[in-house]
């Protein structure tokens, strides 16, 4: 008999890619308690085209509901699916992750043994790589959720803190930020939140070339964590800082070096570009050493090294402009 503290929801945001049958396949072939619920949140825009593939769910599929949260990204979605549990736990997983065989025995122990003070207990997560050659830029990224704290793939929090501090910031409308800013309001409002010891394992999802330029949108959304949560977040939520002074540099360097050509002031815009120049080659090889270095890795890190910089400045840029007023969540979400 599942313990009273230990009786769970899992909610599942999705936009209905293909690997969420696998992510229900492996939930519904664990073993342990069973979840109370699952709550699939088709977060697809509009009326999307067919349902999702709740067959895969197999005997949970009874206990599955589906709800629609018009694609407001997956901060919204979450809240959406909080609004139906009432369960003492709420368990989030993205729809790209694959539960381990007995996840569910882990999961309900590490809920059973969370002591009164703890509002979340997060899952492990494992991240496979190519054991025959180097990771690539888009791979080592991905491997970094095994160290990051409060990540949403696999986290649990008791259903009154989600409450009690308004869900999630539904501002956040990418996969980015969106569970450091919940973990650090959860934290603020006295509640611990640990790592348990369930695995998930969380696969490398095929990408482009350009994946990373995409990336770089997150800036702006560190930019609202910093109106948020002071200058000091990065350290509190133990989050990578990256590069964005030496990126803010290196677009400096290449403006300038534009702007003092059409000047006519060819010596100072020479060493401008030599600045830029040698600023793109340092990022290309610190992206290149560590991988593959095969012809279309290189080629890959050499054109997105260029591009980068200034992508990222200016979305760090706009990010401050739009979020120049932000106020703490007002509780909305759920």
């Not at 809240?79 to 569910?104: F, M, Q, S």
């Not at 059973?112 to 494992?126: I, K, N, R, T």
């Amino acid at each position: 008999m599942i313990p009273p503290l230990a009786s769970y929801a899992v909610v599942i945001p999705t936009v209905g890619r293909d690997c969420l049958a696998d992510c229900l396949a492996a939930l519904a072939a664990s073993r342990g308690p069973e979840p109370s619920r699952v709550v699939l949140v088709d977060d697809r825009p509009g009326s999307p085209d067919g349902g999702l593939p709740l067959d895969a769910l197999g005997p949970l599929a009874d206990r599955a509901l589906v709800l629609r949260s018009g694609g407001r990204g997956p901060a919204a979605a979450r809240n959406t699916g909080l609004r139906a549990v009432d369960e003492p736990w709420t368990v989030l997983l993205d729809d790209d992750v694959r539960v381990g065989a007995h996840w569910r025995e882990q999961l309900v122990r590490d809920l059973a043994e969370a002591s009164p003070d703890v509002g979340g207990v997060q899952g492990v997560l494992e991240v496979p790589l190519p054991a025959d050659r180097r990771p690539t830029d888009w791979e080592r990224n991905t491997a970094g959720l095994r160290d990051a704290r409060w990540a949403t793939a696999d986290m649990a929090y008791r259903t009154e803190v989600l409450t009690a501090v308004g869900g999630f910031d539904e501002r956040f409308t990418r996969a980015f930020r969106e569970d450091a800013d919940l973990a650090l309001r959860v934290v603020d409002a006295g509640w611990r939140v640990r790592r348990g010891e369930r695995r998930t394992r969380h696969p490398v999802r095929p990408a482009d070339r350009w994946v990373s330029l995409r990336a770089q949108k997150g800036n702006a959304d560190d930019a609202l964590m910093v109106r948020l949560h002071g200058p000091d977040w990065w350290e509190r939520a133990a989050a990578p800082r990256g590069r964005i002074r030496r990126h803010a540099a290196v677009t400096a360097a290449g403006l300038g070096a534009a702007g003092l050509a059409l000047a006519g002031r060819r010596r100072a815009a020479a060493l401008a570009a030599a600045g830029w120049a040698l600023g793109t080659v340092e990022f290309a090889r610190a992206r290149i050493a560590p991988g593959p270095r095969t012809v279309d890795e290189i080629l890959t890190m050499a054109a997105t090294s260029a591009l980068i910089p200034a992508v990222a400045t200016w979305y760090r840029l706009s990010g401050r402009w739009r979020h120049r007023a932000a106020a703490g969540w007002d509780g909305g979400g759920v």
